[in-house]
């Protein structure tokens, strides 16, 4: 079974309420369930979290060192300013898809830089919730391609 670790940023816990013309409607409940009966059908076993916090993205980064195949990771606003972020990343050297619901490169100048790019796999963006899936789909892919 593949396994693959979903990590969610700082302020995907107000999907739903937050700028929905940006994000879409869907909650991160919604999304998380839908990331779980995809990865039911694929039978892919995931890990799914949620922080605000640059140190606790870390420490989910790094427990998913020896546990996963890959990872997804939504970094939100740290997309832009995490290098701690990037380097764990690095670290771990899971392959990794960068996930954003909106398309960061149509967004504010400020929002046009990646600076955990550099370090994974792809980029997943502009579909709404279905950046996760499509996400999903990656990785597992990526993932059997290594494995023959």
Do not use: C
């Not at 079974?1 to 302020?11: E, W």
């Not at 605000?52 to 997309?79: C, K, M, Q, R, V």
């Not at 990037?86 to 490169?105: C, K, M, Q």
């Amino acid at each position: 079974m593949i396994r693959i670790a979903v990590i969610h940023g700082p302020n995907l816990n107000l999907l739903g309420i937050r700028e929905p013309e940006l994000y879409g409607g869907d909650d991160l409940d919604t999304i998380n369930r839908r990331l779980q009966q995809l990865a039911s059908e694929e039978q892919i076993e995931l890990r799914i979290t949620q922080s605000n916090s640059e140190g606790a993205i870390l420490d989910a980064i790094h427990a998913a060192f020896g546990w996963a195949d890959a990872l997804i990771i939504n970094p939100a606003a740290y997309t832009h300013t995490s290098i701690a972020i990037r380097d764990a990343i690095a670290a771990v050297r899971l392959p990794t898809v960068e996930a954003h619901l909106s398309n960061i490169y149509a967004r504010e100048p400020f929002r046009r830089r990646s600076v955990i790019a550099p370090v994974v796999i792809g980029q997943v963006s502009g579909f709404g919730s279905e950046s996760y899936l499509l996400a999903l789909r990656a990785a597992k892919s990526v993932v059997e391609r290594a494995r023959r």
